[in-house]
């Protein structure tokens, strides 16, 4: 085995293989459920787009408390029961199709449901990883992990769609609860390390200390700001893609796809990377790789108002998956090593809470692009996307020379 492979311990293989079939539930329910409400239950565009609001809001309103658990309970329990929790509702989902009561509001309910296990697992798991590596595998372990969430988020919608065509929907949502089914086996049967128990406060005051911990933090301040206006800046992108490739482009429903999975395929050739990348560079040049390569992937997207080929939208999706999987790899290593073990829950969902700004990046992209067409929203992406290279620039945590040293528990008076 290479030394760019390192060997990581069985106990954390277990959750990198309960990861992947956590991820994989997710992305095919995630596809299946559009799908269903529009062919099954007839909804127009008005219709899913709420839909898609139910599957989102979890993110904002349970990510706070999710992390305040996993700091107070085991991380491992934590995830399990979100994965049970998902599983139960995705079989409620199956049976209600069965049985023919299945309608858009139980649809938008039960999926919800499902979401708010997505936040408990994905505020638990980064927390628990560091208490089942060494301070040296950090890296491997979060690209082990990232690897397993973009194979999911590159297969899983086309296994979604293509389940729904060829089983029926009934069955896609079967294979995406037994899928969690076997991630809840998994971690059932996974080690992890007592902590010391958490003292008894209000939660208001452990809600405060994790946000005042990451606001006052010269390293993980930055990484926020960053993130918030990179996941604006995407989402802005996003918005105004499909219509500006469509007409502006000339790219059938298929180019479309084919371009957008560019993104996928770069997400995946970064995690396949980006362990020998962290092991060649220097630790803040590839915090810094993410922010600047989205920069540069806005700027390409932005050339094809003057030279509108698919090729230079392909390159900037590819630009956009590859990068970024750099910066969520190495600033989620820097978070697990700065943080101390007892507010590692509350500080990765604050982190989640970032992706609050995915709907505001949509609302900007309606506005810009309903006044002034798609093109100044081109423009509009690469100014911001140069705003989040700026923050993280100027910050500290690109002079790292290397991954900072785990801390401790700080002293309690």
Not at 187 to 193: F, I, T, V
Not at 311 to 330: E, N, T
């Amino acid at each position: 085995m290479s030394a760019d492979t390192p060997h990581l311990p069985a106990t954390f293989n277990r959750l990198a293989w309960s990861n992947l079939a956590a991820q994989s539930a997710e992305q095919i329910a995630l596809a299946a459920a559009p799908i269903v409400a529009v062919l099954l239950l007839g909804v127009g565009e008005g219709q899913t787009g709420l839909l898609q609001t139910a599957l989102t809001l979890p993110f904002i309103l349970f990510a706070i408390p999710a992390g305040l658990l996993a700091d107070r309970v085991s991380r491992r329990w934590v995830m399990a029961g979100s994965e049970a929790l998902r599983a139960a509702a995705l079989a409620t989902i199956l049976l209600s199709i069965w049985l023919g009561f299945l309608t858009l509001p139980l649809l938008a309910f039960l999926g919800f449901v499902a979401v708010c296990g997505t936040v408990a697992y994905s505020v638990a798991a980064p927390a628990l990883v560091p208490s089942l590596v060494t301070s040296q595998q950090l890296p491997a372990a979060n690209a082990r992990i990232e690897l397993a969430r973009t194979v999911a988020f590159a297969s899983g919608p086309a296994l979604g769609g293509v389940l729904v065509g060829w089983v029926g929907a009934a069955p896609a949502f079967g294979f995406a609860a037994a899928l969690s089914a076997i991630a809840v086996v998994l971690l059932a049967g996974l080690y992890e390390p007592a902590r010391a128990p958490a003292p008894r406060r209000h939660p208001l005051q452990d809600i405060k200390e994790g946000a005042a911990f990451v606001m006052h933090h010269a390293l993980l301040r930055p990484v926020f700001i960053t993130q918030f206006i990179f996941n604006t800046a995407s989402f802005l992108l996003l918005a105004v893609f499909v219509p500006y490739a469509v007409h502006h482009l000339g790219l059938s429903a298929t180019g479309v796809g084919t371009t957008l999975a560019m993104y996928g395929v770069g997400m995946v050739v970064g995690a396949l990377f980006a362990t020998r990348v962290m092991k060649r560079l220097a630790f803040g040049i590839v915090i810094g790789l993410g922010p600047v390569t989205g920069f540069v992937a806005a700027a390409v997207m932005a050339l094809t108002t003057w030279f509108p080929t698919p090729l230079l939208a392909g390159l900037s999706y590819f630009l956009l998956g590859v990068g970024p999987i750099l910066w969520v790899i190495s600033t989620t290593t820097l978070r697990q090593s700065v943080t101390p073990p007892s507010l590692l829950g509350r500080v990765s969902a604050i982190n989640i809470m970032s992706y609050g700004a995915r709907p505001l990046g949509s609302a900007l992209g309606a506005i810009v692009g309903g006044l002034y067409g798609a093109e100044a929203c081109l423009y509009l992406a690469v100014a911001i996307f140069a705003a989040q290279a700026l923050v993280i620039l100027m910050s500290p945590a690109v002079s790292l020379t290397r991954q900072p040293d785990m801390v401790g528990e700080p002293a309690r008076c």
